[in-house]
């Protein structure tokens, strides 16, 4: 009895349950189809084996302290596990009411869930409305778009008609001047 409760006797099964919870940690991680109990009592058999093949005792007597050291390792394995899955989710509880405090989500618009069936009908013929009224700024601004086109058309062609009437004009003066000129200089 002594030399199971001494601190020697007592660091091994923490040991050996924290080498296999970090072990089965690791292999279940990268492997997650694997499930973290059979992995750390398989983890758990196989170190609890290398402790009694180094221990060199009979085949009953091994398999007893076997099975019990085993056991044991894998007891400290997964509550250790356990106390840390318990504490990170305290702690991360914790931390999330606080950021939630701090820092309050924004919402768009109440879910659509709650709202009736009415209220969904006057929405849609709110936003209906909103979409025919639109449609018909569009055909106003078309309809005025296409009047300025023809007005300025318009407006070209009588631009263009002043400036012909204005050179047919100047070339009547011409002709005037150069009658008027022939008519009091006489060429000898």
């Avoid at 758990?44 to 091994?62: E, N, P």
């Avoid at 950021?99 to 209220?119: D, E, G, H």
Wanted: hydrophobic share 55%; with cysteine.
């Amino acid at each position: 009895m002594n030399d199971f409760l001494n601190p020697k006797s007592m660091v091994t099964p923490g040991m050996a349950g924290a080498l296999v919870m970090f072990l089965s940690n690791a292999v279940c991680f990268q492997f997650p189809e694997i499930a973290p109990r059979w992995a750390a009592l398989l983890l758990s058999f196989a170190l609890g084996g290398f402790v009694i093949a180094a221990a060199k005792l009979r085949y009953l007597q091994a398999a007893g302290y076997w099975l019990i050291n085993s056991l044991i390792i894998f007891a400290v394995a997964a509550g250790s596990a356990g106390v840390a899955a318990k504490t990170t989710g305290a702690v991360s509880t914790g931390a999330t009411a606080l950021a939630n405090f701090f820092i309050p989500s924004a919402v768009a618009q109440p879910a659509t869930a709650n709202m009736t069936k009415a209220q969904l009908q006057a929405q849609l013929e709110a936003a209906n409305a909103l979409v025919a009224a639109q449609k018909q700024q569009l055909l106003d601004a078309q309809q005025k778009a296409t009047d300025a086109t023809a007005q300025a058309k318009a407006a070209q062609a009588q631009h263009q008609a002043l400036l012909a009437q204005q050179a047919l004009e100047a070339q009547k003066a011409k002709q005037a001047a150069a009658q008027n000129a022939n008519r009091f200089f006489k060429v000898w």
